[in-house]
């Protein structure tokens, strides 16, 4: 199964949250699942952490090799998708 995590869910499994239910926790972990994360939401946290608005346990530089850790696919963004 192809799994796209958002921003919040993204963000919450690499942090151990408990806002992210034990199923949607498996579900990512699950080797036969392929999970996703837009370039948009890796965007999204620059500019939450520029603006103060967010803080990582990790900085911004770490977060491309915390997501390759975990096998995380990054989805570019391309004008088309806008339509």
């Known amino acids: 199964m192809n799994l796209l995590l958002d921003t ?18 498996t579900a990512i ?6 999970s996703f994360i837009s370039i948009a939401s ?3 946290i620059a500019i939450k952490l520029g ?9 911004l530089d770490e977060l491309k090799s915390e997501i ?3 096998g995380f696919e990054i989805l570019p963004l391309d004008f ?3 339509f």
Request: charge should be neutral; avoid cysteine; proline fraction near 0%.
């Open 42 to 44: 890796i965007w999204e």
């Open 68 to 70: 390759l850790k975990n």
């Open 51 to 59: 603006l103060g608005k967010l803080k990582l346990d990790t900085g």
């Open 80 to 82: 088309e998708h806008i």
């Open 8 to 25: 919040h869910t993204f963000l919450w499994f690499l942090e151990g949250s408990q806002n992210l239910s034990s199923s949607a926790k």
């Open 29 to 34: 972990q699950n080797q036969n699942n392929t």
